[in-house]
C-alpha cells in the first residue's frame, strides 16, 4: 500500500483549515442579533452583526442599561438629576451632578454658542410653557403672548451656565435646562462608545430615524433613509460610513393643532413661537450630539440664516426641506444623497456654505 506523502497531508491541512477559517468567518458575519427599547420618546433599535449570540445579547443589555440610566438622568421635568439641578438653579443654588451629565452640560453650552443661541437647552420654561415637554403632543389652545414674553425677557441662556467639575450654578435662575434638542445624538454617542469599548466592530443605533453606526451591514455599508415630511415615503437615502450618523429635525411629527393653525415643537429662542418656514433638517456627520443640535439650530436659523450657522458649527452636509417642499442641500450632502425612487421629488438646489468665520470663544 502506498502511504500518502508528507506534503501532500500538510498542504490537504493547511487547505482545510483555510476553509475552515472562512466558513467560520462567513457563519459569524451572517448572524444578526436586534433589540428594541423605548427611551427618550422612541423606540431605539439596537443591530449588532456578526458576533456571537452571548456576546451580542451582553453588549445590547449593556448599551439598554446605559440608555435608560440616561433617560432617567436627563428628563428634565421628571425626578432625576437634571430635574434636581433645575431645581435648584430656580432657587438660586448649585447643584452636583455626575460626570457624565457634567460632560453633556459643557458640549450644550458649546453648541449653544456656537449656533449664535438658536440651539438653546436652557429655554426649557418655554417648552414646558408650550406643553412640549411630555411624550405626547399636548392639547388645547398656545399659551398667551404674556407669558411668553416674560420668559423672553428673563433671557435664559446656555452662556448663563458656571460648570466646576461637577459642580453647576447658572448666573440667571431662569434658566431651567431641557436637553431634548439633543440629549439623543448625546446618548447615542456614548452608547456607540460603550459597544466599541466591547469589541464590537458592526452596529447601528436608529432611535426613530436618528442614528449612529459601526463598521458596515455586512459587505455593504449601512444606508439610512430620509423620510419625506409630506408623504409616507423617503426623499432620499445615505450609505453611511464607519462612525457616521445622520440626525433629523422636523417639525411633522411632534405638534398640535389649534384653530386650524399648527403648532409644532422646535422654538425659536429668539420669538418663543414654533418654527413654521423649515419642515425638516437631515444633518451627516461624525458626532451625534452635534447632528442632533444642529439640525435644530438650522430649523430655526431659516432658509435664508442656516449656511452660515451651519458653517458655524462646523457642519458641512446637511439637506433641508422648506415649507413649500423645496430641497436645499450642501455640496457635501449633495455628493451623499440618493434619491429613494428614481428621483427626487422635487429638482435639489445646491447651497454652498460660507468659509467659516472666527467664532466666538465657545468652550465645553
Known amino acids: 500500500m502506498t502511504r500518502p506523502r508528507p506534503k501532500l497531508i500538510a498542504l490537504g491541512l493547511v487547505l482545510f483549515c483555510a476553509l475552515l477559517l472562512v466558513a467560520v468567518r462567513a457563519a459569524r458575519v451572517e448572524q444578526v442579533h436586534r433589540e428594541t427599547l423605548y427611551v427618550f420618546g422612541t423606540l431605539v433599535e439596537i443591530e449588532i452583526r456578526g458576533e456571537r449570540r452571548d456576546t451580542a445579547r451582553a453588549a445590547t443589555t449593556s448599551v439598554g442599561r446605559l440608555l435608560q440610566s440616561l433617560h432617567h438622568d436627563w428628563h428634565a421635568w421628571r425626578p432625576g438629576a437634571l430635574g434636581d439641578l433645575n431645581a435648584a438653579i430656580a432657587a438660586g443654588d448649585a447643584g452636583n451632578v455626575d460626570d457624565r451629565l457634567a460632560g453633556v452640560l459643557r458640549t450644550g453650552r458649546r453648541l449653544a454658542c456656537q449656533s449664535g443661541g438658536l440651539f438653546d437647552p436652557a429655554i426649557g420654561g418655554l417648552i414646558g410653557l408650550w406643553g412640549f415637554h411630555a411624550d405626547t403632543p399636548p392639547e388645547g389652545a398656545p399659551p398667551a403672548r404674556a407669558e411668553i414674553e416674560a420668559l423672553l425677557a428673563a433671557r435664559p441662556r446656555m452662556t448663563d451656565l458656571q460648570i466646576e467639575g461637577t459642580r453647576v450654578r447658572s448666573a440667571n435662575p431662569a434658566v431651567q435646562l431641557d436637553l431634548g434638542g439633543f440629549a439623543k445624538g448625546a446618548a447615542l ?41 409630506f408623504v409616507w415615503g423617503a426623499v ?92 436645499l442641500a450642501t455640496p457635501a450632502m449633495a455628493d451623499r444623497l440618493d434619491p429613494a425612487g428614481e428621483a427626487f421629488p422635487e429638482p435639489v438646489e445646491i447651497v454652498p456654505l460660507p468659509a467659516r468665520a472666527a467664532a466666538p470663544a465657545c468652550t465645553g
Open 189 to 229: 454617542d456614548l452608547a456607540a462608545a460603550d459597544l466599541r469599548a466591547r469589541g464590537i466592530e458592526n452596529a447601528v443605533l436608529n432611535a426613530g430615524g436618528d442614528v449612529n453606526v459601526l463598521g458596515t451591514h455586512g459587505d455593504r455599508p449601512w444606508r439610512v433613509a430620509i423620510r419625506d415630511p
Open 236 to 327: 432620499g437615502a445615505v450609505s453611511l460610513r464607519p462612525g457616521e450618523v445622520l440626525y433629523t429635525s422636523g417639525n411633522y411629527e411632534r405638534y398640535f393643532e389649534h384653530d386650524g393653525e399648527r403648532f409644532a415643537h422646535i422654538i425659536d429662542p429668539r420669538t418663543g413661537y414654533p418654527v413654521r418656514e423649515i419642515v425638516s433638517v437631515s444633518v451627516l456627520d461624525t458626532d451625534g450630539a452635534r447632528a442632533d443640535a444642529a439640525a435644530t439650530a438650522l430649523s430655526v436659523a431659516g432658509r435664508a440664516g442656516w449656511p452660515r450657522v451651519a458653517a458655524a458649527m462646523g457642519v458641512s452636509a446637511v439637506l433641508m426641506i422648506t415649507d413649500s417642499g423645496a430641497l
